[in-house]
């Protein structure tokens, strides 16, 4: 692993940059998007000094994974990860591209999330201790952390451009996006949600929580965009592990944070570095939620 180097940056001179995320960088490309999956990692809310190689590949090919498997339930905006069906202005930068990129077509985002939860944990956790409720679903009384929820719940939340987001009630929602268009991104969410966890499950995996994110086209499609059911956007538990009443091993970045809680960061620039072991152990468990949910191992990258 220490032979690899992880892209934290992307410049590709004729292709315009649209913005600079925490982990992607947009292009435009002709009348499309290119996606660019770098290896950036943040935790609380800051991007760290260190990469985790391949964490760009191994979030765009899961994400494909997804995508290609649930267009019967909703399109999506994937056009190809391929970059020789790429526009020629991409060519050239082709060893950077591969498997981390994804040609996508414009939308509007919507300025909502659109998470589902089985279980309750994170975010959700701390709003049923508060408050007995997350985004105003009463929830039963005497829940663990980690326990199983009688059934999923849709649990919207602003998209916040800093900072952390913010969990709404589905009223909240529908006063954004409308009550007619909140309703049929609740029904896809949990459709969707529920076809992950049946995959998941089949894996040995508990996929407990995920966001998607819609976009509409300027012809009104609405499309599921951004990543779909990654490591990054989702909390995955490995099953024989689950013990409910605390919080869960994970296949996501917990262990980093874990690890910055350790040290005692006050969670301020300046911003830490991650240790080589921690390095290496944070990308060994996002390949092994890919081998696990695709049964294949990440393809070899061009180096």
């Known amino acids: 692993m220490s032979a690899i180097t992880p892209i934290l940056d992307t410049s590709f001179?004729?292709?315009?940059?649209?913005?600079?995320?925490?982990?992607?960088?947009?292009?435009?490309?002709?009348d499309a998007l290119l996606i660019v999956a770098t290896d950036r990692i943040s935790a609380f809310d800051y991007v760290l000094g260190s990469g985790?190689?391949?964490?760009?590949?191994?979030?765009?090919?899961?994400?494909?994974?997804?995508?290609?498997?649930?267009?019967?339930?909703?399109?999506?905006?994937?056009?190809?990860?391929e970059v020789a069906e790429y526009p020629a202005a991409a060519h050239a930068y082709a060893r950077v591209l591969e498997g981390r990129s994804m040609l996508v077509r414009r939308t509007t985002p919507l300025p909502v999330e659109c998470v589902a939860r089985g279980y309750i944990s994170g975010s959700g956790w701390k709003d049923y201790k508060a408050?007995?409720?997350?985004?105003?679903?009463?929830?039963?009384?005497?829940?663990?952390e980690s326990d199983r929820l009688p059934e999923p719940i849709f649990t919207p939340a602003t998209k916040a451009e800093s900072g952390h987001d913010e969990n709404i009630s589905e009223a909240e929602a529908a006063a954004v996006v409308g009550a007619g268009l909140l309703g049929r991104l609740k029904a896809l969410t949990l459709a969707?949600?529920?076809f992950g966890v049946a995959h998941a499950a089949a894996c040995g995996i508990i996929l407990a929580d995920t966001k998607f994110e819609f976009g509409l086209t300027d012809a009104g499609e609405l499309l599921l965009i951004d990543e779909m059911m990654t490591p990054d956007s989702s909390r995955?538990?490995?099953?024989?592990?689950?013990?409910?009443?605390?919080?869960?091993?994970?296949?996501?970045?917990?262990?980093?944070?874990?690890?910055?809680?350790?040290?005692?960061?006050?969670?301020?620039?300046?911003?830490?570095?991650?240790?080589?072991?921690?390095?290496?152990?944070?990308?060994?468990?996002?390949?092994?939620?890919?081998?696990?949910l695709t049964g294949a191992d990440l393809p070899t990258a061009a180096r």
């Not at 040290?263 to 696990?292: G, H």
């Open 192 to 194: 969707l949600y529920a």
């Open 236 to 292: 995955y538990w490995p099953a024989d592990e689950y013990a409910p009443g605390g919080p869960q091993p994970s296949f996501d970045k917990q262990y980093v944070r874990d690890y910055l809680e350790s040290i005692r960061w006050n969670k301020q620039p300046p911003v830490p570095s991650l240790p080589p072991d921690v390095v290496a152990r944070t990308r060994e468990k996002y390949l092994d939620a890919y081998r696990r």
């Open 131 to 144: 408050h007995g409720a997350v985004c105003g679903i009463a929830l039963p009384p005497g829940l663990r």
């Open 52 to 81: 985790i190689p391949d964490k760009g590949r191994i979030l765009t090919q899961l994400s494909a994974f997804w995508f290609a498997r649930t267009r019967h339930i909703v399109p999506n905006h994937v056009i190809s990860t």
């Open 13 to 30: 001179e004729g292709l315009g940059l649209v913005r600079r995320g925490k982990v992607r960088d947009v292009y435009a490309v002709n």
